[in-house]
Each structure stands twice: as structure tokens, then as C-alpha cells.
T-cell receptor, first 112, second 115 residues
Framework: DQQVKQNSPSLSVQEGRISILNCDYT??????FLWYKKYPAEGPTFLISISSIKDKNEDGRFTVFLNKSAKHLSLHIVPSQPGDSAVYFCAAGGGATNKLIFGTGTLLAVQP | GAGVSQTPSNKVTEKGKYVELRCDPI?????LYWYRQSLGQGPEFLIYFQGTGAADDSGLPNDRFFAVRPEGSVSTLKIQRTERGDSAVYLCASSPGTAQTYEQYFGPGTRLTVT
């Protein structure tokens, strides 16, 4: 039972354009959502998070949007840069345990 | 400052052997997590420590897996009688453990290969 889903295994974008990565979830009890970026042979690096009481959070080139009624969130990267090429994981958490549930990731390739 | 460190970076072992994987969290972080990542998948939760105690071990797949954090800092994940299906990257993460702090900071992982 996949509680957090990233349905696009890969995405290719031109440098300077917007990258939009999508994530869907099934558990309405999640309190917060995070995006992580992962390069090969490294651990995931935290990018940005959003609480379930908000619908948008922005940090520089990265913006996360949350649509609770649709159980959907997205990460926008603008402008995209070649260094953004990596696997992006969506994660969700909530309740007393603090454990994160991860999606399967989307491989973003930003073409120069 | 120093991030989360994990040793060894790679471990190859034979089926049936015992292995220990070590995690050094960020200094001052009271919460520590272990995850496992298989090829093509996202990290999968194993166990969570708050201080010295395991607050949630619901992700441990069976009783061959055990983890400790005796002094509330370094943690060791122990796997007995390893099986080929245990092969994965084992990730450790830490966080300050304070309310409203959701981010977990990951180490580089230990790649375990069971032959």
C-alpha cells in the first residue's frame, strides 16, 4: 500500500525553464510534507517542507504547493539549472512517531 | 558543522553472517532514524530513537534486525544471520527532536551487499 506516490519516474527540462515535480498521497493524517534531492552515492538532502496548514512555501528558486482536497503536492523549480539534475523524493510525516514515508522518486534531468 | 556520518560506506558479507552498521548523528540532535533504500525505491523507515530509547521500531522487518543508541548519540544497527534480501543502502538521519521541526538530515548511507 503506497501512501506516497510519485507517478513520473523521470522528467527532462531545458535549462532556465520551470521544473514541476508531482506527488500524491493517500493518508489524510499526514501533518507535513518534505522534498529531498539525492545525487548518486550520497544521502538525500533536505530541500523544502510544508505544513499541512499551509498551501504554499517558497525558498529561493524552490516553491512547494499543497492541495489538501486533492491530496496532491508539487515542487516547482524556476529557473532550472543543470546542477538541479538529481532524483527528487517526496516524503510525508505526522503523528507522534516522526517517521517519514517516501515516494519512489523522480529523476530530473536539466539539459543545458 | 559536521553532518551525519555512517561507517562503513560499503560492507560485503556472506549469507548467514552478522553485521553492524554505525551512525554518528549531528551533534546535539536528540532524534535518530534508520531507513533502508532498495534499488528504484524511496527510503523505507526502520526505527526511530528519541534520546536513548526506541520510540518506534515498527519498520524493523523481523527479529534479525536490532538497533541500539546507548548514550543517546551514536547508534548501531545490527543484523543477524544476514540474507541476500537484506542487500540495500542503509541510511541514518537525525533531527533536533524539537516540536515543529520536521526536517531530517541524512548521512551518505552504508551499502550492504550479502553474497
Amino acid at each position: 500500500d503506497q501512501q506516497v506516490k510519485q507517478n513520473s519516474p523521470s522528467l527532462s527540462v531545458q535549462e532556465g525553464r520551470i521544473s514541476i515535480l508531482n506527488c500524491d498521497y493517500t493518508n489524510s493524517m499526514f501533518d507535513y510534507f518534505l522534498w529531498y534531492k539525492k545525487y548518486p552515492a550520497e544521502g538525500p538532502t533536505f530541500l523544502i517542507s510544508i505544513s499541512s496548514i499551509k498551501d504554499k512555501n517558497e525558498d529561493g528558486r524552490f516553491t512547494v504547493f499543497l492541495n489538501k482536497s486533492a491530496k496532491h503536492l508539487s515542487l516547482h523549480i524556476v529557473p532550472s539549472q543543470p546542477g538541479d539534475s538529481a532524483v527528487y523524493f517526496c516524503a510525508a510525516g505526522g503523528g507522534a512517531t516522526n517517521k517519514l514515508i517516501f515516494g519512489t522518486g523522480t529523476l530530473l534531468a536539466v539539459q543545458p | 558543522g559536521a553532518g551525519v556520518s555512517q561507517t562503513p560506506s560499503n560492507k560485503v558479507t556472506e549469507k548467514g553472517k552478522y553485521v553492524e552498521l554505525r551512525c554518528d548523528p549531528i551533534s546535539g540532535h536528540t532524534a535518530l532514524y534508520w531507513y533502508r533504500q532498495s534499488l528504484g525505491q524511496g527510503p523505507e523507515f526502520l526505527i526511530y530513537f528519541q534520546g536513548t530509547g526506541a520510540a518506534d521500531d515498527s519498520g524493523l522487518p523481523n527479529d534479525r534486525f536490532f538497533a541500539v543508541r546507548p548514550e543517546g548519540s551514536v547508534s548501531t544497527l545490527k543484523i543477524q544471520r544476514t540474507e541476500r534480501g537484506d542487500s540495500a543502502v542503509y541510511l541514518c538521519a537525525s533531527s533536533p527532536g524539537t516540536a515543529q521541526t520536521y526536517e531530517q538530515y541524512f548521512g551518505p548511507g552504508t551499502r550492504l551487499t550479502v553474497t
